[in-house]
Nanobody
Framework: VQLQASGGGLVQAGGSLRLSCAGSGRTISRYVMGWFRQAPGKERESVATVNWSGGSTNYAGFVRGRFTISRDNAKKTVYLQMASLKPEDTAVYSC?????????????????WGQGTLVTVSS
């Protein structure tokens, strides 16, 4: 499966953005999907994951209540709605697919990765 993230850009603190992750090739419906981010000079960290149906989600503690992950399997797309953005949310955001059934927040549990999209939050 090939993945491509989009929707990043420059936004002021307190603003919102919606990222999209479009899948091609195999259907993404069989995979747990996740969003991850990597800020300059920092390690990759998890943001959110969603199960195959979209009915279950898991979030990193620092985004809970501000970000929402969702998916539309018919469109082969996963979304990350981000609100109340902070300058520390500035990073390259990437999506990934996991063959495992759990809502893991570990990047090592993900098998397919897409190119990221840059989100810059100005203060």
């Amino acid at each position: 499966v090939q993945l491509q993230a989009s929707g990043g850009g420059l936004v002021q603190a307190g603003g919102s953005l919606r990222l999209s992750c479009a899948g091609s090739g195999r259907t993404i419906s069989r995979y747990v999907m996740g969003w991850f981010r990597q800020a300059p000079g920092k390690e990759r960290e998890s943001v959110a994951t969603v199960n195959w149906s979209g009915g279950s989600t898991n979030y990193a503690g620092f985004v809970r209540g501000r970000f929402t992950i969702s998916r539309d399997n018919a469109k082969k797309t996963v979304y990350l709605q981000m609100a109340s953005l902070k300058p520390e949310d500035t990073a390259v955001y990437s999506c990934a697919a996991s063959k495992y059934g759990s809502l893991s927040l570990l990047p090592s549990d993900y098998h397919y990765w897409g190119q990221g999209t840059l989100v810059t939050v100005s203060s």
